[in-house]
């Protein structure tokens, strides 16, 4: 129930991505159209982008958004899949 | 309120220059309606009229607040959306409060006059954006 209810969060690697291209937090602002501070709390985990917005980072660094975004670990998660038959 | 402030974006300079104005516009049409009314007879045409001489500016500086959130990112809108959620009920607090008191007769200076209340109308949504930038930085 828990972990339905929980927003488990996403992690990514927006900042390797962004440091093998040598862009700053700046750089990466203007390419997506977006603020410095939203980068910032997107590669810092305090906040998670919308969905297009997602999209919009995969595709600039030629990736799959998997391969991008990933959802954090669910604490728990064992536990629920124990439960499922 | 001040659309286009948090971030290095770059807000439309026409938007930037309308939300100095509007304002100065929308205060300078209150204290004109606030100068006025006094001067005449009240329950007049004129009374209406100057009553309402402020409504058109601020209808324009609502209009110029959405378009700005409009012209923001996500997160930017994110933090708006979060300032006005603690801002709208607690203005809403002080102003139902403000009637309560005066019908309790706790008159307050000024009969709790609209400028005395502002900055507690205000202050709410400036703490709001505080709290805000500060969780997402």
Known sequence: MSAIIDTPGVNNRLRVLRAERNWSQADLAEHLGVSRQTVNAVETGKYDPSLPLAFKIARLFERRIEDVFQPAPLDGALDASKETP | ?137
């Open chain 2, 1 to 137: 309120m001040n659309p286009g402030t948090l971030s290095d974006s770059k807000p439309r300079r026409s938007s930037s220059a309308a939300f100095f104005v509007v304002p100065v516009v929308f205060v300078a049409a209150y204290f004109a309606a606030r100068a006025g009314i006094e001067s005449v007879e009240p329950g007049s045409i004129a009374a209406l009229g100057l009553a309402l001489l402020p409504v058109p500016p601020f209808a324009w500086l609502i209009w110029c607040f959405v378009r700005g959130i409009r012209g923001m990112d996500e997160l930017e809108r994110r933090i708006q959306l979060e300032a006005l959620a603690l801002a709208f009920p607690i203005a809403l607090l002080v102003a139902f409060s403000a009637g309560l008191l005066d019908l309790a007769g706790f008159h307050g200076e000024g009969n709790w006059d609209l400028p005395r209340l502002w900055p507690l109308l205000l202050l709410p949504y400036w703490i709001g954006i505080a709290l805000a930038r500060r969780r997402y930085s």
